[in-house]
């Protein structure tokens, strides 16, 4: 189906917001119904079929609510604020192939759009915090920056060691570098990285950062700073930053299929590359979920050690190595 | 001093402070307890607790009530150790009236406290994780708590404030389905502990979390008076049970978990080590509980105890309670005067908590296990 | 003896040690009570102005503030506070008595040695009313910040 | 390396933890579905004062001696009684619960020395205003005792629920409690 390329491009982006708009509704689903299991619980069930109309429900409710704007509020920022947590997401989705040809825009330079618009995410959640001229808020504000500029440096490192494997920034070629029996992940190329599982839990671990999630959500600590940076918010606002965060744990995770387990590349080569990568997808966004509901939170400053001095060291060190092994071999 | 000379101090010194107002409706709080925290960006400079918030003056109604109206008062002073102030306020009574109570009963007394202790523990616990951010646990413990909750309401009839102590004994016999289901609930129980044993106490972000968080020394203990797990947190070992024997707890065979280190970990320790020593007591109460009768007969409908002033001390949940009554010989108490745990504990919050970060000081807040109706009564 | 290891965490009955007097050396009169009876082993009635001596003897010793508690004795004109001590080491009790004139109730402040007094003394003096001099901050702590009256007096009417 | 190697003992920690969580994942839940399965009311639970009925006689044994009332700690009983011709002794006519401010202490139930009164089942009280809570159980006795009579000689299976009296605020459950099978 080779439409015209503007109408093709219109309709991968209606095609991407749907999927965006109808993730973060049932990705919220999904870790209530998880955290329940998890709980020996239930979790909704009393709107629709075991509680499958409980998003749509929440949708309408955010919808309808007053978006209250508090008078002591630094007005254009705080409305800025929720666009830009959004932006980020739906753009890098843009660019991740999520199958052979199902690709809004492959671009060369695929891999650094991605993490040129990421690093947008942190100023989002600051200018909430800042806006919003509430203590808690201003509080969670300077953790968020502190926290994902220490989380920065050993994903873009990680990132690094895989360009010199795959030496593509394109991100349909590096999965098509993947080809072939599932050992040819990034993940198992033991010959070219030696620490290859490892460099995938640094990612892991980074990626749990970046997007404020489980162990380390400084940001939205609900039993210390209340809400964090949107407690002032209600509403759609509230709404627009529920989305974000689960629109970046899903590029997260897409990410960390597309790098490491070899996107598309189906293990057993039988069914559509797209199902494969929603799967191995979802199965890395199920773990973000048991992690959360497993791991207290940790403190700030061990949070920041442990990026400091724990894993970037690590990540250099696969660095060095992956460049000393693809050097001799 | 006042805030204003906090913030002047501050200025001159020159960083900029601001006053944080945590609570009184904060989820970290567990109640209605505020904390004026003067912070220098995430450190605390000045934490004062403002109390009175819950304040319902059980003392005041001590004084235009009956000793035997006066019950229900006591388990409504720290829910969720009702069972232990019940025992403290009838015991004080049957010391100033002389009233002798029958072996039945006392090793109903202890069982039942004991279990109550257990719950009063893992809500604790829950709270405790809560506070730090895991939410699972506290649904794991509240499982358990459920177990205990349904054996207390099958011999009690309630869930939480109990009454169901009075003058010489108990309300109502304890029946063999209780001793059975309480004999079933320890091996449970331990089993349970185990599982917290490797879900929460090892975890390393937990760890990470407590070790060396809010250091309160054995003088800070002694000058501010905290007792129970802060104490024993903090390397002294003591415990009413055993300092001032009571009941039938000089027959019983447990002994005092204390640490010396006196961080947050060692009270998470010593919480989840009493829970064990409280269900070896309960597996030796439910062993040697003797038959016989379960209340003094005789005891008079409106009791006045001869004139003086008694006092008797029970170890709660959350450290020493000690009730002093004073009696002139009339059928109502003269005053009664509960020295509450929670009061004295919150008092080193202030002085353990200067410098430290928010996210820390709520975890040595967890970690003090307060009530906050057992502060302000 | 061990600080932190008291000879009576094994079941033993920790008073034993009552044959003699371990209070006889204070300069402050104890006499002993029967614990069975009263739940305190050593009293002792001392003056107001006396009443930061002994905490301060108590403090020496080794004891742990319990409770500072008013009591109003209107028919003798007086108020009574009782300080409680408790050994966390040994388990004994004591309680230290005084009483005040009831009209100008004034103790001095046990605060600089028990910095726990100081919540107990704010509360004895919003319910009583007991001007305890010398503390720092006596504000109402339980009651609401402008509360004039002091419910604990006998002759308070109650609603 | 005394440390690397406690890290590495913390992380398998972590693991240990999250192999916890996931068994727990697959084990059924504990929760009570409430509206849908009904809790299991022990004998002892301890619901409102109801007046007890007479057996032989079928009229409430109380005979407003007021032992209860005395009792109380909150003052929430108001008992009426008065002689009716030819009976011995006084017969109660009102027997007024203020359950607002009844704390369920049972000391009412000590004070009674003719059993009179006993703690009733009812755990899901409901209603909008306060004095939905302010009972007169005489009433109520009689209310049931009417119903009863009402359905020994009714015919028709299908009984509804009490009908409410203005004063008592027994309402119905928002979901009839004993509905079976009608779970998801």
């Not at chain 2, 995430?42 to 009956?66: C, D, Q, S, W």
């Not at chain 4, 002689?83 to 704390?103: E, Y």
Request: charged share 20%; net charge neutral.
């Amino acid at each position: 189906m080779n439409l015209p390329e503007p109408i093709r491009l219109v309709a991968f982006l209606v095609g991407l917001m749907a999927f965006v708009g109808f993730n973060a509704a049932y990705l919220v689903w999904a870790e209530r119904k998880g955290s329940g299991r998890f709980q020996r619980r239930l979790g909704p069930t009393e709107v629709g079929f075991a509680g499958l109309l409980q998003p749509i429900a929440d949708s309408i409710k955010l919808l309808t609510k007053q978006l209250l704007v508090p008078p002591t509020v630094d007005g254009l920022l705080f409305r800025a604020a929720p666009l830009l947590v959004i932006i980020p997401a739906m753009v890098s989705l843009a660019v991740i192939p999520f199958s052979e040809n199902l690709v809004a825009r492959d671009l060369h330079l695929g891999l650094l759009v991605v993490f040129s618009f990421g690093s947008i995410h942190v100023l989002a959640v600051m200018l909430a915090g800042w806006a919003s001229r509430n203590k808690y808020a201003i509080i969670s504000a300077a953790r968020v920056v502190s926290q994902n500029v220490a989380y920065e440096i050993p994903m873009l490192l990680v990132v690094i060691t895989i360009l010199m494997t795959t030496n593509t920034t394109s991100l349909s070629e590096i999965v098509q570098k993947q080809a072939g029996p599932f050992w040819h992940w990034n993940i198992f190329r033991l010959d070219q990285n030696p620490l290859a599982p490892v460099t995938f839990l640094v990612f892991y671990i980074c990626m749990l950062a970046e997007t404020n999630r489980a162990p380390f959500d400084m940001a939205e600590a609900e039993s210390e700073l209340v809400a964090g940076a949107i407690t002032e918010y209600s509403g759609m606002g509230f709404g627009v930053f529920f989305i974000g965060e689960y629109a970046n744990v899903l590029v997260g995770c897409a990410l960390a299929t597309l790098l490491f387990l070899g996107g598309w590349q189906s293990p057993i080569g039988v069914l559509p590359g797209a199902f494969w990568f929603l799967l191995k997808m979802y199965v890395l966004i199920f773990a973000v979920m048991w992690v959360r509901w497993t791991f207290p939170r940790t403190q700030f400053y061990t949070l920041l050690n442990l990026s400091w001095k724990v894993l970037i060291p690590i990540s250099l060190g696969t660095l060095v190595l992956t460049a000393i092994t693809l050097k001799l071999f | 001093m006042t805030p204003a000379e906090a913030i002047e101090a501050a200025r001159r010194a020159g960083n900029e402070t601001f006053i944080l107002n945590l609570g009184p409706q904060h989820p970290a709080t567990h109640g209605v307890l505020r904390i004026k925290l003067t912070m220098d960006g995430e450190y605390i400079l000045r934490a004062e607790p403002v109390a009175g918030y819950i304040h319902r003056m059980h003392e005041k109604m001590g004084e235009n009530r009956t000793w035997a109206q006066y019950l229900p008062n006591t388990s409504r002073i720290d829910y969720l150790s009702a069972m232990t102030y019940t025992h403290a306020y009838v015991a004080a009574v049957e010391r100033a009236a002389g009233i002798e109570v029958p072996r039945r009963a006392e090793f109903i007394r202890v069982i039942t406290s004991e279990l109550n202790r257990i719950s009063s523990h893992l809500v604790w616990f829950g709270a405790f994780l809560l506070d730090l951010g895991g939410f699972t646990p506290l649904l794991y413990a509240f499982d358990d708590r459920e177990k205990i909750l349904d054996m207390l309401e099958a011999i009690t009839g309630s869930r939480l404030t109990y009454c169901y102590y009075r003058f010489g004994g108990v309300y109502n016999d304890v029946d063999d389905a209780f001793l059975g289901a309480a004999r079933d609930f320890v091996p449970y129980m331990r089993e349970r502990l185990k599982m917290y044993e490797t879900l929460v106490t090892e975890n390393l972000i937990l760890r990470k979390r407590l070790e060396g968080i809010g250091p309160i020394s054995k003088k800070m203990c002694h000058k501010y008076g905290a007792t129970g797990p802060v104490m024993r947190g903090s390397g002294i070992a003591y415990d009413v049970r055993r300092m001032e024997p009571y009941s039938v707890y000089p027959e019983l065979e447990f002994d005092i978990p204390h640490y010396p280190e006196g961080d947050c970990m060692a009270r998470y320790r010593v919480r989840m080590e009493e829970m064990a020593q409280s269900l070896r007591i309960i597996e030796q109460a439910v062993a040697m509980i003797p038959a016989g009768p379960f209340q003094t007969p005789g005891v008079p409908k409106s009791l006045k105890p001869p004139a003086g002033d008694y006092c008797f001390a029970v170890e709660a949940a959350r450290g020493r309670l000690m009730v002093r009554i004073v009696s002139d010989g009339k059928e109502m108490p003269y005053r009664v005067r509960w020295r509450t745990p929670s009061f004295c504990n919150i008092t080193l919050f202030e002085e353990a908590s200067r410098g430290m970060m928010l996210a820390d000081a709520l975890a040595l807040l967890g970690s003090l296990d307060l009530v906050i109706p057992d502060i302000d009564r | 003896m061990d600080i932190n290891k008291p000879n009576a965490s094994q079941g033993v009955v920790s008073p034993s040690l009552l044959a003699e007097h371990p209070l006889a050396h204070l300069v402050i009169p104890f006499e002993k009570v029967d614990y069975a009876r009263r739940g305190v082993h050593f009293e002792a009635r001392v003056e107001p102005a006396q009443v930061v001596l002994a905490a301060a003897l108590m403090e020496q010793e080794g004891f742990a503030l319990d409770a500072v508690t008013g009591v109003d004795w209107p028919q003798d004109n007086q108020m009574e506070i009782v300080y409680d001590f408790f050994h966390p080491m040994m388990g004994w009790r004591t309680a230290v008595r005084t009483r005040v004139r009831r009209d100008l109730p004034e103790v001095p402040s046990i605060e600089h040695i028990y910095p726990g007094a100081n919540w107990h003394e704010r509360e004895a003096w919003e319910f009583f009313g007991i001007h305890f001099s010398g503390h720092p901050q006596l504000t109402p702590l339980l009651l609401p910040d402008d509360a004039d009256y002091h419910p604990l007096r006998k002759d308070f009417a109650v609603a | 390396m005394k440390s690397a190697r406690e890290f590495w003992k913390g992380c398998l920690s972590l693991w240990a933890g999250m192999r916890v969580t996931l068994r727990e994942f697959f084990k059924p839940p504990v929760t009570e579905q409430y509206p849908y399965e009904a809790p299991v009311i022990p004998p002892r639970f301890r619901g409102h004062i109801e007046l007890v009925r007479d057996p032989k006689t079928g009229e409430a044994i109380c005979f407003a001696c007021k032992a209860c009332e005395k009792a109380c700690p909150s003052d929430c009983i108001v008992v009426e009684g008065e002689k009716k011709p030819g009976a011995k002794r006084k017969s109660v006519t009102v027997f007024k619960l203020d359950f607002t401010k009844c704390s369920l202490c049972g000391s009412c139930i000590e004070a009674c020395k003719s059993g009179a009164i006993r703690f009733s089942k009812d755990y899901n009280l409901a209603g909008f205003t306060k004095e939905d809570f302010i009972m007169d159980l005489f009433k109520r006795l009689e209310e049931e005792a009417r119903q009863q009579a009402a359905n020994e000689h009714a015919v028709s299976p299908a009984v509804p629920p009490p009908a409410e009296t203005a004063g008592t605020v027994k309402t119905p459950d928002v979901v009839v409690v004993e509905v079976e099978g009608q779970g998801r």
